[in-house]
């Protein structure tokens, strides 16, 4: 952490920035602040002006280019926070906000207007009041925790975090969603995963955008995760000039089968303010989950979702496979193409 690198001057001493790159850094700070770890940095071509890595974590000008329909809090948290550092949109799961700092940042973040304060917003939860919350109300049986990133806390404090969800006899599991172990691999430590064992239901969403980022160190980190105990999932964002080709989101599926980690959502992209350059479109996006059904095992194949504007909750996207529905049959097609028909009733003899 201590070697991030935030300001301009420390990433030219690597990286020959371009004209749009340098202006993104002056105005991160109004925005969302620059923060690299070593470990990630180095997967960047520094040759390559296109090189995916890059493109998610160096600013550029085109983050001051806000369209009509971009919104600081594009899903609508704000609006089902019944306390800070509670979203509370689904009736049986609560979002916990534990911390409003990331170890890098990604310039498309949903939570710009929180992560890393830059707006001043002023994120402070008081996580007591939360537990508070969350025991109260009986019908919540499954915790998000997120952030900011959860895994920056210490193992102490995240430790008697779980410990305390762990008391709470109506919930039946917590999730934490972290990009530390893509971003700073080595925090997955003995330690760590002692205070992780501090919930007996644990799982872990991790977020892998590109296979260049599925290194030895992470597949090393998933592995100790996995033999804990902890099942792991992976949630990407489809983004432009980053994934949002077949065969580059083919490769990392694999890559994360091959690492203990099941791919399990495919996000578009959020409609966050000064995004609009890194916004594939949804066609791109169920274009790629068609060619790879058929192609490889379902379990690779993640769900694409919107997580609809203003609050709505996550909405599955799909290729259309049912085509016609008649009073007798539904007609089918395959990933192939091929035509297939299903019965509505069964004539029992």
């Known amino acids: 952490m201590k070697n991030r690198l935030t300001k301009m001057e420390d990433v030219k001493r690597y990286l020959d920035?371009?004209?749009?790159?340098?202006?993104?850094?002056?105005?991160?700070?109004?925005?969302?602040?620059?923060?690299?770890?070593?470990?990630?940095?180095?997967?960047?071509?520094?040759?390559?002006?296109?090189?995916p890595i890059r493109k998610q974590v160096i600013p550029t000008g085109s983050e001051a280019i806000f369209s009509p329909n971009e919104f600081s809090d594009p899903v609508g948290e704000e609006g089902s926070s019944p306390v800070p550092g509670i979203v509370h949109r689904y009736p049986d799961r609560v979002l916990f906000l534990v911390t409003d700092r990331?170890?890098?940042?990604?310039?498309?973040?949903?939570?710009?207007?929180?992560?890393?304060?830059?707006?001043?917003?002023?994120?402070?939860?008081?996580?007591?009041?939360?537990?508070?919350?969350?025991?109260?109300?009986?019908?919540?049986?499954d915790v998000l925790i997120s952030g900011g990133d959860p895994l920056l806390l210490s193992d102490e404090k995240l430790g008697l975090l779980l410990s305390k969800l762990a008391d709470i006899k109506h919930v039946e599991f917590v999730r934490i969603g972290s990009r530390v172990p893509v971003f700073m691999p080595q925090r997955i430590t003995t330690s760590l995963l002692g205070a992780l064992s501090k919930h007996p239901n644990l799982w872990m969403s991790i977020h892998v955008n590109h296979p260049k980022e599925c290194t030895l160190e992470l597949k090393n980190a998933c592995q100790k995760l996995a033999k804990?105990?902890?099942?792991?999932?992976?949630?990407?964002?489809?983004?432009?000039?980053?994934?949002?080709?077949?065969?580059?989101?083919?490769?990392?599926?694999?890559?994360?089968?091959?690492?203990?980690?099941?791919?399990?959502?495919?996000?578009?992209?959020?409609?966050?303010?000064?995004?609009?350059?890194?916004?594939?479109?949804?066609?791109?996006?169920?274009?790629?989950?068609?060619?790879?059904?058929?192609?490889?095992?379902?379990?690779?194949?993640?769900?694409?979702?919107?997580?609809?504007?203003g609050g709505g909750g996550k909405i599955?996207?799909?290729?259309?496979?049912?085509?016609?529905?008649?009073?007798?049959?539904?007609?089918?097609?395959?990933?192939?193409?091929?035509?297939?028909?299903?019965?509505?009733e069964f004539n029992q003899s």
């Open 102 to 141: 990331c170890a890098a940042y990604c310039r498309y973040c949903t939570r710009s207007r929180l992560v890393s304060n830059a707006n001043g917003y002023g994120f402070r939860p008081n996580i007591e009041e939360c537990l508070e919350y969350i025991s109260k109300h009986k019908n919540i049986r």
């Open 228 to 309: 804990t105990g902890i099942p792991l999932g992976n949630q990407s964002v489809l983004l432009s000039g980053v994934n949002d080709d077949t065969e580059t989101m083919k490769s990392l599926i694999h890559r994360l089968m091959m690492m203990k980690v099941r791919p399990y959502y495919l996000y578009q992209c959020d409609l966050v303010k000064g995004s609009s350059h890194l916004r594939a479109d949804v066609a791109k996006g169920l274009e790629i989950i068609k060619n790879l059904r058929g192609h490889t095992t379902g379990y690779a194949i993640p769900q694409y979702v919107i997580d609809s504007p």
């Open 17 to 51: 920035l371009s004209e749009e790159e340098l202006v993104g850094f002056k105005i991160a700070g109004e925005k969302l602040l620059v923060s690299i770890t070593p470990h990630f940095f180095n997967l960047i071509n520094t040759e390559d002006i296109r090189c």
């Open 316 to 344: 599955p996207i799909n290729p259309n496979y049912l085509v016609n529905e008649s009073p007798e049959l539904y007609e089918l097609k395959n990933f192939e193409g091929e035509t297939f028909f299903y019965p509505k």
